[in-house]
T-cell receptor, first 110, second 117 residues
C-alpha cells in the first residue's frame, strides 16, 4: 500500500464548476498537508498548506484535512481554464521529506 | 516569495557522458536541498537530500556513485548524472527549504528535462 493514494484522473469539468480533489494516506504521523499545482513540464507550485486537521480557504481554493479519516481534499470554486494542470497532494512530518501523491490531472473546459 | 532556479532547463546528451544540473536559491539561504526525479505520469520521487557542507543522504535504490550531489554553499546544489544511459532520461527537479521559514515550505525549481540518446 502506498503511503499516499491519489486518483490520477484525468478529471474534466466545465468552466465554472466546483472541483473536488482528494487524497488518502496511511501514515498517521503526517503533520503538514500541502497541495501543489504543476503545469506541464514545469516544477510544482505550492498552492496551499494545512497544519494538522481543519479547513483553510484562499480565494477560490479550500483545503480540508480530516486526520481521523486520513483524508485530505482540495476544492476549487468557479473553476477556470487556467486551472487546468496536475494537482499533487503532499504531506510531511516536521522537516522530514515530503511524500507526494501521483497527482490528478485536471482539465477545465471553456 | 522564494525563488529557486535550475540550469539548464533542458539537456540532451549522448549515452556514457556526464551531465551536471545546477540548483540555486536566489533570494534565501537553503538549509536543505532536495533532488527529485519525475517520470511521465508518475509522481515526484525523492532521490536525495543534502544539507550545506555535508554529504547527501540518498533514498533507497538511488545509486550514489551515479548521481553525485554537491551542496557546496547555502545557495547552490549540483546534481551530476555520471555515465548517463537512456533510462536516466527524466525530469529532474530540485527544491529547497530553510529553517527560517515554516517546515512545510519547500520551494521547487522549474525542473531540468534530461534526454540521453
Amino acid at each position: 500500500q502506498k503511503e499516499v493514494e491519489q486518483d490520477p484522473g484525468p478529471l474534466s469539468v466545465p468552466e465554472g464548476a466546483i472541483v473536488s480533489l482528494n487524497c488518502t494516506y496511511s501514515n498517521s504521523a503526517f503533520q503538514y498537508f500541502m497541495w501543489y499545482r504543476q503545469y506541464s513540464r514545469k516544477g510544482p507550485e505550492l498552492l496551499m498548506y494545512t497544519y494538522s486537521s481543519g479547513n483553510k480557504e484562499d480565494g477560490r481554493f479550500t483545503a480540508q484535512v480530516d486526520k481521523s479519516s486520513k483524508y485530505i481534499s482540495l476544492f476549487i470554486r468557479d473553476s477556470q481554464p487556467s486551472d487546468s494542470a496536475t494537482y499533487l497532494c503532499a504531506m510531511k512530518v516536521g522537516y522530514q521529506k515530503v511524500t507526494f501523491g501521483i497527482g490528478t490531472k485536471l482539465q477545465v473546459i471553456p | 516569495g522564494a525563488v529557486v532556479s535550475q540550469h539548464p532547463s533542458r539537456v540532451i546528451c549522448k549515452s556514457g557522458t556526464s551531465v551536471k544540473i545546477e540548483c540555486r536559491s536566489l533570494d534565501f539561504q537553503a538549509t536543505t536541498m532536495f533532488w527529485y526525479r519525475q517520470f511521465p505520469k508518475q509522481s515526484l520521487m525523492l532521490m536525495a537530500t543534502s544539507n550545506e557542507g555535508s554529504k547527501a543522504t540518498y533514498e533507497q535504490g538511488v545509486e550514489k556513485d551515479k548521481f553525485l550531489i554537491n551542496h557546496a554553499s547555502l545557495t547552490l546544489s549540483t546534481l551530476t548524472v555520471t555515465s548517463a544511459h537512456p533510462e536516466d532520461s527524466s525530469f529532474y527537479i530540485c527544491s529547497a527549504n530553510t529553517r527560517d521559514r515554516g517546515a512545510y515550505e519547500q520551494y521547487f525549481g522549474p525542473g531540468t528535462r534530461l534526454t540521453v540518446t
